[in-house]
């Protein structure tokens, strides 16, 4: 059975920073795609960030690129999403999720398992 769990989420004033992690078990992490995505309250679950199997190709959604960076240790069946310059709009539950392929994938129909969720807000 496949299990993601995500750690790391908290508070932090805007302007900082935080570092997502999500382990995975149950499946072999290193051959398949990993994503981030969040859900703010009162809205839809929105992409993030989606890294590849061997970490050599990254996609961001507009508003977080060149503040988020994904990257991932297939060693430790781990992905991370590393987060600089937080704005109050990066407030939301944060899910990592598991591809059914290899290649980047963008939207959520293409994620076929995913984490319980860690929650990040950012104050003003």
């Known amino acids: 059975q496949v299990q993601l769990v995500e750690s790391g989420g908290g508070l932090v004033q805007a302007g900082g920073s935080l570092r997502l992690s999500c382990a995975a078990s149950?499946?072999?992490?290193?051959?398949?795609?990993m994503g981030w995505f969040r859900q703010a309250p009162g809205k839809e679950r929105e992409f993030v960030a989606a890294?590849?199997?061997?970490?050599?190709?990254?996609y961001y959604a507009d508003s977080v690129k060149g503040r988020f960076t994904i990257s991932r240790d297939n060693a430790k069946n781990t992905v991370y999403l590393q987060m600089n310059s937080l704005k109050p709009e990066d407030t939301a539950v944060y899910y990592c999720?598991?591809?059914?392929?290899?290649?980047?994938?963008?939207?959520?129909?293409?994620?076929?398992?995913w984490g319980q969720g860690t929650q990040v807000t950012v104050s003003s």
């Open positions: 999720a598991t591809t059914k392929g290899t290649f980047v994938r963008r939207y959520a129909y293409e994620y076929d398992y």
């Open positions: 890294i590849n199997w061997s970490g050599g190709t990254t």
């Open positions: 149950g499946r072999t992490f290193s051959n398949y795609a």
